[in-house]
């Protein structure tokens, strides 16, 4: 009997396997296969400034490029086949280091403090760019592959462009800008010291694939059972083409400390402390359904059908629209803490 969690039936034909995956039998590795890396460039140029009663501070500038490279993949369909004591054949799953499989990350961040009286103001605004075909682990995916060359060529036979179903473009995690700004003061009182602060938070909007499901026989009807039933295309061959809606928060933070003894020198303070984050309470559409139907007409020219977006239906809000409150950002919420310093 086969382990359920690798061995999976095609619903179209029973008689056919649709996934198999066993590292004993048709999961191999190249043995030279070479540890990622990445190549990162980073410059930064800073300037402090005293300016007298206007205040003091600096400026600071940095940039980063980061380039991964030797990214691990696993390809399927063109690595020849195994029998199994069934009888059943198998397309061979080989891991190797692919020239394909790229990541990179180019990074300008602006960072500024400024100090006058009592008070302080902080400044960061970061504009960046991560973008590639190749995601990589992830929290609840280790070891993880994008299979970029899954049967685009099938014994040696080309099969499909991959750029359909692994193109390059915007990961997640891209957010092409980023603004935190604080302002806070310090107040001095026969109790102590109370700071009051406001922090500015801004997130542009993340980016989002427009793709669809494509079967195999739209795909090229060619395509071994074991590529499976249906696939993602992408539209236009583009990854992360979609953005949703930025995101902007302002939050209120309120600390004071008690002075209460020492002990062998040092201070010894009690400390209370309000946060109230999104403290006007604003309501913000951050995400939405994005779906398209999928793809329709036949091979060759099913992946250039019309591209029709998903419209409402009784479980289903329609492309552009929310589904529940996960499509909104965090409401306000008010947080108190209490403690010790010494």
Sequence with gaps: MQNPSLYAINSADP??????????????????????TVDEIQANYAYSFNFGEY??????????????????????????????????????????????????????ELETQ??????SYVGSVTWSSLKGNYEGEGT???????????????????????????????????????????GSRLFTNTFGKTSVGLVYRFDSGSHY????????????????GQWGTSGTQYMDQER?????????????????????????GKDVTAFGKLNIANVFNHQQLI?????????TGTYPTAVNSPWVKRSASATYTGFGN?????????????????????
């Excluded at 086949?81 to 790229?102: L, R």
């Excluded at 750029?163 to 092409?176: E, I, K, Q, R």
């Excluded at 694939?209 to 071994?224: D, E, F, Y």
């Design 55 to 108: 205040g003091d501070g600096y400026v600071k500038v940095t940039a980063v490029s980061k380039k991964w490279n030797n990214l691990m993949d696993v390809s399927v369909g063109n690595n020849g086949t195994v029998t199994d004591q069934f009888g059943k054949v198998y397309y061979v799953k080989q891991w190797d280091n692919s020239s394909d499989a790229k990541r990179e990350y180019k990074g300008l």
């Design 15 to 36: 008689n056919a396997v649709s996934y198999y995956n066993n590292p004993t039998l048709n999961v191999r590795l190249n043995d030279k296969m070479k540890a990622p």
């Design 209 to 224: 694939s427009n793709a669809r499901s494509i079967t195999k026989n739209r795909l090229n009807p060619g395509l071994s």
């Design 240 to 264: 992360g083409a979609g953005v949703y809606n930025a995101a902007a928060y302002l939050d209120l933070a309120i600390t004071h400390d008690f002075p209460l003894f020492k002990v062998m």
């Design 287 to 295: 995400t939405f359904n994005t779906g398209w139907n999928g793809a």
């Design 114 to 119: 400024l100090n006058r009286n009592q008070w």
């Design 140 to 182: 609840n995916t280790p070891g993880r592959g994008e299979t970029i060359h899954n049967f685009d060529v099938q014994n040696g036979t080309y099969m499909y462009d991959y750029n359909w179903t692994a193109p390059y473009g915007y990961l997640s995690g891209h957010v092409p800008i980023r603004i935190r700004f604080t």
């Design 322 to 342: 929310p589904s529940g409150n996960v499509n909104y950002g965090a409401p306000r919420t008010i947080t108190a803490s209490a403690g010790f310093r010494f």
